[in-house]
């Protein structure tokens, strides 16, 4: 391993079987990795903003590149558009649109497909909702208790115990133990568990 002053990783060398292969991070002044590259030539390249959020990568060789994408955000720094170009020079467009308080409303993919959401005053998701080729294909809504617990999602309903943990989830049932600790996952409409868990004097998960 190379290192800058800063402890920076510069370079890595680990073996496989009979062949070594050499990784190189370069970094930028505020520790973005700039550029990765591979033992094999290919690689990756980095650019950021001034808030260090992307703006751009590239991957690809020396000859040629595999894909590319450019990242637009909002003034509070929420992903806006992702655009997206393959080695055979298609270019694609995700985007997304938030509300006044950054909770997502809606994803617009390359497809066609838009999915929208919805929140509660907690800002629990509280609904789903798929859109293909101008039809609605899938609505999912869920429901939150006072304790913002989701009790049900779609057909699926979720209970918990008075801890807080969670007992069913519509596939799987799930016992705890004294510590709030889960010692055994059962699926519904069966009666032993296909996963159980145990733990030793310091609440540490040995089986």
């Avoid at 700039?34 to 650019?47: D, E, I, L, P, V």
């Avoid at 409409?189 to 159980?196: I, M, P, R």
């Amino acid at each position: 391993m190379i290192c800058k002053k800063e402890g920076l990783v510069l370079a890595l060398l680990f073996v496989i079987s009979l062949y070594a292969n050499t990784y190189q991070f370069d970094y930028d002044d505020q520790g973005n990795v700039r550029t990765y590259t591979a033992g094999n030539g290919s690689g990756s390249t980095f650019n950021y903003d001034h808030a260090n959020k992307i703006k751009d990568l590239v991957v690809g060789t020396s000859n040629s590149v595999l894909l590319s994408e450019r990242y637009e955000y909002d003034q509070s720094g929420n992903r806006t558009k992702i655009k997206h170009e393959g080695a055979g020079g298609k270019v694609t467009e995700t985007n997304f649109v938030y509300d006044p308080i950054n909770q997502l409303l809606n994803e617009a993919l390359p497809n066609g497909t838009s999915k929208s959401y919805t929140y509660d005053g907690f800002g629990n998701r509280t609904s789903v909702k798929v859109v293909e080729n101008g039809k609605e294909t899938k609505s999912i809504a869920a429901t939150f208790n006072d304790g913002n617990q989701l009790v049900k999602f779609g057909s699926e309903s979720l209970t918990y115990d008075a801890n807080g943990n969670r007992t069913s989830d519509g596939k799987y049932k799930y016992t705890w133990g004294e510590n709030d600790q889960i010692v055994a996952i059962t699926k519904q409409g069966e009666s032993n568990a296909f996963a159980t868990y145990k733990y030793d004097e310091d609440n540490r998960r040995i089986e």
